[in-house]
C-alpha cells in the first residue's frame, strides 16, 4: 500500500471514527437508528392493520418460469406470471414419494387444489394469496380475519393449548421473542396446499411463523415447516408484508362458495 | 369436529325442542339469583374494564345459548308482556333441570324409537331460562310488524329445511345450507348450536368472530365513512363507535334478497336497503345486552327491535366451523333427488 492510499485509509478510517462518535452510544449503535414502528401501550409492536403479500408466492412458492394456464379460454387472464420464490435456498426438500406427489398434485390442480374450490386456505398460504387480511391485536389475542373465504384464526397470546381437533386453519399459539411475533401452529387437518403448484402438507405438519414489524408499513415474514412424513429437513420460507395504505382500503367480503358450486355441484343438477 | 348434515336432524331436534328452553349444567347460584339482585351486585362490585388504550373492553367469547328456543315472535296470546313471572321462570328453571338429566342419559331402553339425527349433546344448551316471551321487543306485542306486499312476493329458497325439499339445484337450500353465509341477525340469534361470537378488540377496530359460518365481521371503529354503495355483501358493511360503554354499530350496504331475520338467517329475505343499529352493552363481567334495531322499508311496514342476553360460560370456545368443505349434505341430496327420479323413470318404464 502505498503512503498516499495509506494516508487515504487513515483519513477515511478517522471520518468514520467521527461519524460513529456522533451518533448516540458512541459509535457502540449500528449507524442506523431503529425504524419508528407502532407499539402497544404495553410497548409491544402492534401489528393491527390491513396486510397484503406482493408477489406470485400464490402461483408457485418456488422460482418459477412464466407459463400458460390449465385453461386456454381464460387467455392472458389465466396465465402464471414468473417470480422469484420464497423458499430459503430455493428447493423444498421433499423426499422422492412427496415430491412425486406433488408432481400429480400440479397435473390435476384443477381437480385437487383447495384454493379451486373455495376451502379455507390453511397456514401460511393464507398469508400469501393475492387478498388482503386484517390483524386485530387486542392486550391479549390477536384475530387474523382474512379476505379469502372469510377464513380466520385468532392466536392464543394465553398458556399454550394444545389442538382440541385438527382444522383447516390450525391452531395457533403465540408468544413474543423481544420484538418478534412467534406464532406456532398446530393440529393442521392436512388437507391445504401451499400454493397453486401442488406443494403439499400432511396432517403432521407443523408451522412456526415469525411476523417483524421491519418499519410502520412492512412486516418480514419467515415461517419454518416441518413434517417429517414428507421432508427430509426442516425448510423456511419468508416474504414482505405490506400495509395496504389506500385511503379507503379496507378488508371486502369473497364468500366465494357461490363461485365454485356449479364446478362441485354441477353434474347433481336436474337436467 | 360437527358437521353440517347433522343439520338435518338437528333440525326436526330444534322442532322438537320448540317452545321450552332445554338446559344442562347445573342450577347455578347466579341463574337463582333474582334479576334485581344480580344487577344491585353488578352495580356495586362490578367497574367496566377498558382496554390498555382506554375503550370499554368488551372481549371475550360469548354465547346467545340461553334464549335457545325463545320464538322470535310473542305468543298473541301473552299480549304486550315481555317477561316471563317469576313463577313461570321457576317452571322453566324446573324444565331445564329436566332436560340436563335427560342429557346425561347415555344409553335407550331396547326397542325403543332413537332417531338418526345427532345425539343431544352436539346441540347447545341453555344454561338458565331466558326471561322473555319473544326476542322481538319491540313493538310492544313483541311480533315482527307486517311484510309489505312486495316483499311477500319475493322467493325464498326452498330444499332441505322445509318440509317441500325440492332438490333439483343448489339454489334450492338457503344460503346457510350452502354454507355462504346466516346473515348478520341469523349469525347472532340463538340457534340449537354454534352461537359463539369471540370480540377482539384492536385500537381503531373491534372484531367479531361468529363460530358459525365462521364469519370474522372487523368493524372500523375511526369514524371513517361507509363503504361505495356499489360493495355490497352478505354480511354488509359495518362501522361501529362507543355510546357509553356500549358498542354501537351500524351496519348497512347488504346484497339484499339473501337471508332473512330469523335463527341461520331463515325467513324472508331481507332487502339491499336493509339498515341494521346493534348495540352490545356489557353489564357484568360475563353477562351483555344485546340489541338490534332492524329497519328494511323495502320489507318491513316499521322497523323493529330485537334483543337477548349473551354471557360467557366457563370452557365455552368457538371451533373452526368448516361447513363448505364439509358440505356432503349438498353432495347426499342432490345425488339423492336424482337416484329417485331415476328410479320413478325407470317404474314409469316399467309400467308402460
Known amino acids: 500500500m502505498s503512503d498516499r492510499r495509506r494516508a487515504c485509509c487513515v483519513l477515511l478510517s478517522t471520518a468514520l471514527l467521527f461519524l460513529f462518535a456522533a451518533l448516540p452510544g458512541g459509535g457502540q449503535t449500528p449507524a442506523r437508528t431503529a425504524p419508528q414502528i407502532p407499539r402497544m401501550p404495553s410497548g409491544k409492536p402492534n401489528f393491527t392493520g390491513l396486510w397484503q403479500v406482493l408477489g406470485t408466492a400464490d402461483w408457485d412458492i418456488r422460482d418459477h418460469s412464466a407459463q400458460a394456464g390449465p385453461f386456454f379460454q381464460l387467455g392472458a387472464i389465466g396465465a402464471m406470471p414468473a417470480g422469484q420464490g420464497i423458499v430459503e435456498g430455493g428447493e423444498i426438500p421433499y423426499t422422492p414419494a412427496a415430491a412425486k406427489q406433488q408432481r400429480e398434485n400440479f397435473k390435476n390442480r384443477m381437480k385437487l387444489d383447495p384454493e379451486v374450490k373455495c376451502y379455507m386456505p390453511g397456514i401460511p398460504r393464507a398469508n400469501y394469496l393475492p387478498f388482503p387480511f386484517q390483524i386485530i391485536q387486542s392486550q391479549r389475542d390477536i384475530a387474523f380475519a382474512y379476505e379469502f373465504a372469510t377464513a380466520n384464526r385468532v392466536v392464543n397470546m394465553g398458556k399454550a393449548k394444545e389442538a382440541a381437533v385438527d382444522t383447516w386453519m390450525g391452531t395457533s399459539n403465540g408468544r413474543w421473542e423481544g420484538d418478534v411475533l412467534v406464532v406456532d401452529v398446530t393440529g393442521l387437518n392436512g388437507n391445504s396446499w401451499f400454493d397453486r403448484s401442488g406443494n403439499f402438507q400432511t396432517d403432521s405438519t407443523h408451522v412456526v411463523e415469525r411476523f417483524t414489524l421491519a418499519d410502520a408499513d412492512h412486516i418480514s415474514y419467515e415461517a419454518t415447516i416441518e413434517d417429517p412424513a414428507i421432508f427430509t429437513r426442516p425448510w423456511k420460507i419468508s416474504t414482505v408484508i405490506y400495509r395496504r395504505k389506500e385511503k379507503n382500503a379496507q378488508i371486502n367480503e369473497f364468500k366465494c362458495v357461490e363461485y365454485v358450486e356449479e364446478l362441485i355441484y354441477g353434474d347433481l343438477k336436474k337436467k | ?352
Open chain 2, 1 to 352: 369436529m360437527r358437521h353440517l348434515f347433522l343439520i338435518y336432524g338437528s333440525l326436526v331436534a330444534a322442532a322438537a325442542l320448540g317452545q321450552s328452553a332445554a338446559g344442562q349444567g347445573k342450577a347455578s347460584a347466579a341463574a337463582k339469583e333474582t334479576p334485581a339482585a344480580t344487577r344491585a351486585r353488578a352495580a356495586t362490585s362490578w367497574t367496566h374494564p377498558k382496554t390498555p388504550w382506554g375503550d370499554p373492553d368488551v372481549q371475550g367469547t360469548w354465547t346467545s345459548d340461553d334464549c335457545i328456543g325463545t320464538p322470535l315472535n310473542r305468543p298473541a296470546n301473552l299480549g304486550d308482556r315481555l317477561y316471563y313471572t317469576e313463577q313461570e321462570l321457576a317452571q322453566r328453571q324446573a324444565n331445564l333441570e329436566k332436560q340436563q338429566q335427560n342429557d346425561l342419559v347415555e344409553t335407550v331402553a331396547p326397542n325403543a324409537r332413537v332417531s338418526t339425527g345427532s345425539p343431544g349433546h352436539w346441540g347447545e344448551r341453555a344454561r338458565r331460562p331466558c326471561k322473555q316471551t319473544s326476542l322481538v321487543i319491540d313493538p310492544p306485542n313483541g311480533r315482527v310488524p307486517d311484510m309489505l306486499p312486495e316483499a311477500k312476493l319475493r322467493p325464498i329458497p326452498e330444499g332441505a329445511g322445509n318440509n317441500n325439499p325440492k332438490a333439483d339445484s343448489w339454489e334450492d337450500f338457503s344460503y346457510y345450507i350452502r354454507c355462504i353465509s346466516r346473515g348478520v341477525p341469523g349469525s347472532i340469534f340463538p340457534v340449537i348450536y354454534g352461537n359463539g361470537q369471540q370480540i377482539v378488540q384492536g385500537k381503531g377496530f373491534v372484531t367479531i368472530l361468529q363460530e358459525m359460518v365462521h364469519e370474522a365481521r372487523v368493524i372500523p371503529m375511526d369514524g371513517r365513512p361507509h363503504a361505495s354503495p356499489y360493495i355490497r355483501s352478505y354480511m354488509g358493511d359495518p362501522r361501529g363507535h362507543w355510546e357509553g360503554n356500549t358498542l354501537v354499530v351500524e351496519t348497512t350496504n347488504f346484497l339484499g334478497n339473501r337471508t332473512g331475520i330469523v335463527g341461520n338467517g331463515g325467513g324472508t329475505p331481507t332487502s339491499d336497503a336493509m339498515k341494521l343499529t346493534e348495540r352490545f352493552t356489557r353489564t357484568s363481567p360475563n353477562e351483555m345486552r344485546y340489541e338490534i334495531t332492524i329497519d328494511d322499508p323495502k320489507t318491513y311496514a316499521s322497523s323493529f327491535k330485537v334483543g337477548f342476553p349473551l354471557t360467557q360460560e366457563p370452557g365455552y370456545q368457538n371451533f373452526e366451523y368448516a361447513c363448505h368443505e364439509g358440505n356432503y349434505a349438498m353432495f347426499d341430496s342432490l345425488s339423492g333427488a336424482r337416484a329417485q327420479e331415476k328410479k320413478a323413470a325407470a317404474k314409469a318404464a316399467g309400467a308402460k
